[in-house]
């Protein structure tokens, strides 16, 4: 297997997820709350391929993501990468690695992220952000970010590990945990 | 040795990508960059997969988004019989008061929609973001679309234009909390400012006289005041509070969009020459006791450069 096919497979699995985001549920809202897969995408490379690789992923899906929507372009780029990269570390600090961390922690990463979110748009100027409906937001963002983290964890790590597993013709790359 | 440079790397990873967000944001809004056209190429590359997909998957997404809103639905069906039984009671009323309205919007010489070219748009997509609320619409810059022009629908206000490229446009709505518009409550002289207060909320009301004559049923329309990018005369909400706060000597008015934005299928965009050059809705301050902040409130940030005349479809 071509060990470089990790950034295509990356690639179609980003590609899956965005179409599912925005031409699915954009017209599935919950309580009118739309889920955030893209979020979830980052926070779950995080947990399976390491921070640092968890961290590009979040900023290139939430870059995308932004792409579409009429929000502050980079923010939720900045968010995204921050968080994934924290929730891989707490990850990676859990030795061994627990079964339930994974959605566990793409759901508290997804809350956080939320509220980070329109905490640093309320930064930036845009009004009515910060109100108890955000917790509401943050809670449906985390529920269907966790329902899909396992699956997702699966696609991700045939993205991320399977593909760069080391063979008996070629090392692993540097910098991908596995 | 190598688990401490790789977490060094890890981290020199991350501020390159946090420097990185700093820099996209900054661009953004500052305006004028090349993001902003950048979003409208993507969106116009993106349109023909997003309807094809939306297409196919809609049964099965209308079918869990009515799991969701069963309720909501099983409330609306209730609520649309008790209507019905009541608007036939009424119809001889209704004629009246229509004869009533014609009377008095003549009388005040509102410019109503009729004068103005319109274009008719179908709503293609919902916000893409749980922090704005905006509708995307199937029509562009290639219609006469253009940043800023007011979007009805059938009943009132739906919102304005913020962003467009050439085969699509995003309408922020009037529930939207960044969103205002200058409202005077018909026949009363009235006038406010309606502000949106987010998702399934009323709108929020600005008396500039707190002691105006404004009562619950009252229909608020747009105000039209100079400078504002909404003709007046168009139905926004009606009043379904007054209450006067008397420790701060103000009237918490609350108005009902006449238009439900949660369930739009079409809209119709003005043709009108009001423009605004940013993407981001700007926060509106908004000192009290001062008719023309009504006017500056739904106005749009003059432009900085002179923008194309809008053709009429």
Redesign the interface.
Known sequence: MNLESHWLRGAAVLAIIFILQDAVLNGLRIDGIRPDLLLGLGLVAALVAGPELGAVSAFIAATVGDLLVNTPFGLSSLVACIVAFLVGSIQQALSPTQRWSIPVLTGAGSAVGVVTWAALATVLGLPGLLHPHLALIAGVVAVVNVAVSLPMARALRWAFVAATRPTATSPAPRGLAG | MSVAR?ST??RF??VV??L??????T???RGGGP?PS??GK??DA?AP??SA??SL??P???F??GV?DYQELRDDNTRLRAQLAAASAQQIEDQYLEQTNKDLTDLLKLDFVGDIPTVAARVI????????L?IVIDRGEDAGVLQGMPVVAGTGLVGRV??TSASQS?V?LLT???ASVGVQFAPTPAIGVAT?????RQLSVTLIDPNAPVTVGTVAVTSGLAGSPYPSGIPVGTVTSAVMDAGVQARDVTLAPVVDV?RLSYVDVLISTAQTPS??????TLPPGNVSAAAAASSPTPSPTPSPAPSRR
């Open positions: 790789r790397r890890s990873t991350l990508l946090i990185l967000s700093l820099t996209f944001i661009l953004d809004l993001i950048l979003r993507v969106r993106f997969i997003q997909v939306s998957t809609s099965v997404t209308d869990f988004q969701f997509a919902g916000s893409g973001s749980n922090f704005q905006t913020i962003a995003t922020l939207d909390p960044s949106g207060q987010g998702t399934g949660s993407t981001h809705p700007t926060p509106t």
